[in-house]
Every structure is written in C-alpha cells, then in structure tokens.
C-alpha cells in the first residue's frame, strides 16, 4: 500500500511492508538522484535494499570511472571499479564530510560520487550537516539517502502488542521537533511501515 502526502517543499511516501517492498519507489529516486529520508524500524533492511539499488544503477562511463579512481588515490584508498556506498558514522567532522580540496584526505562525499552516500541515524548528524551534504551531492553527482528509525526508541512503527513504543510525551516531542528539522533537508521522506 502506498500512502503520499505533501507538506511545504517535502514530499512524502508511506508505505506498508519491508524496505523490499520500497524498492520500486527508491530505484526511480535513485533515478533522478533525489535526496531521500527513509525512516524505518531497526532490522527493516535499508541498508541492503540501498546497496542492491547501486548495484542495479547503469555501468560507470569511462569519464566517471577516472573521476572516482582519482579521487580514491587522493585519499589514499583502493577504488574496486564499482559504485560506491559511502556511509560515514555521524560523528564525522565536516571536512571528513565534506572537504573536496585537500590534497591527501577526499570527503566522503567526494568518495561517494556517483553512488550513495548513506547517512545512517541521519537524525544524530550535527544540525545542518545533512543540508550541507545534500546541497553539495549535485556538484560530483551523489545520492544522498538518509535512514533513521520513527522514534527515540525505533518501535513506533512495530506491532504495539509485540513490541511496543516507549517513549514518553516529552521524548516524543523532542523527537518530533529534530525529525521536523531533519525532513526539510531531503526532498523526500519514504517511511516504511
């Protein structure tokens, strides 16, 4: 089942299954190098489905594949020929991020071109790093996909009979007010249920 609101400049996809069953929606962002937050339970399988989504992207051209290889020996690290899936931990500062200019260490951005760069936890990303990144994931032709679990203890979107949501009115507002601040940075939301 598929579920689309829009709020402001955000657009966003609910929809009821497993990150397989968001595969269709996410080749043809993938497509079109739309920035996206995909917000899911722990064990929903993002990362596997962002990687298998790389993996089906068309053959580097031989212009992409000097681009990346230079950049990997920039930073001192061995390109294996495929597309990359970059995923930094969020504490990285915003030149391990960002930087495109030093002559021995490559951002992870400028590592992740023409792949994803995966921003896991994104929600836990200083404010205004996201942004940054997604601003910037045009100019060496990016994906930028974002994943972060519905609440503070990750059950909101779980079976509450089995497993359900602890959280309590305060933690949940606090939440809410850093997702609020977080979803305006991706041009879509994909939450799956």
């Known amino acids: 089942m598929l579920n689309i609101t829009s709020v402001a400049s955000s657009v966003t996809l609910t929809v009821v299954g497993s990150g397989r069953d968001a595969l269709p929606y996410l080749r043809n962002l993938a497509e079109a190098r739309a920035s996206v937050l995909i917000v899911a339970s722990p064990g929903a399988g993002v990362a596997t489905v962002l990687r298998s989504i790389v993996e089906a992207m068309p ?16 930073a001192g690290l061995e390109w294996h020929g ?16 960002l930087d495109e200019r030093g002559h021995y260490r490559r951002g992870e951005l400028s590592l992740a071109r023409h792949g994803a760069l995966f921003l896991d936890d994104a929600i836990e990303f200083r404010r205004g790093r996201v ?4 601003k910037a994931a045009d100019k060496v032709g990016a994906w930028v996909v974002g994943a972060c679990v519905p609440c503070a203890c990750g059950h909101a979107y779980h079976d509450q009979t089995r497993w359900p949501c602890t959280c309590t009115p305060a933690l949940t507002a606090a939440w809410e007010r850093r997702f609020g601040a977080l979803v305006r940075d991706f041009a879509m939301s994909l939450h799956v249920r």
């Open 82 to 97: 495929e597309r990359p899936v970059r995923a930094p931990h969020h504490t990285i500062s915003d030149a391990g991020l």
């Open 131 to 134: 942004a940054a990144a997604v």
């Open 59 to 74: 053959p580097l051209t031989h212009e992409q594949a000097y681009e990346l290889q230079a950049a990997y020996k920039a």
